[in-house]
């Protein structure tokens, strides 16, 4: 099957609270994928908030899960990974 990944890193440049290793994380996981494990770079979807990427939004991640679980079929390998500040909020 095909190999997937989607890749979030979030710094929160500029912000109060910001991290300084998110987006290295999820340059090192991508590099890892692909060198070790054999994703190829055109399924791997990352989203980062490095003016480079595209933004880690909320609309944004919702829309790369939706497109990783509309292109995923059975058989297929699929990694999620976050690197960023989390909480809990109630359903």
């Known amino acids: 099957g095909t190999k997937r ?13 910001e991290l300084s290793g998110c987006h290295n994380d999820v340059l090192n996981i991508k590099e890892y994928l692909i060198d070790v494990l054999g994703f190829k770079e055109k399924n791997i979807t990352v ?11 909320g609309s944004n991640i919702i829309d790369a899960f939706k497109d990783l679980a509309s292109l995923s079929k059975s058989g297929d390998a699929v990694y999620f990974h976050y690197s960023g500040h989390g909480g809990k909020l109630r359903d």
């Open 5 to 17: 990944a989607l890749l979030i890193g979030i710094n929160y440049v500029g912000q109060s609270g």
């Open 47 to 57: 989203l980062m908030d490095d003016n480079e990427s595209e933004r880690p939004t």
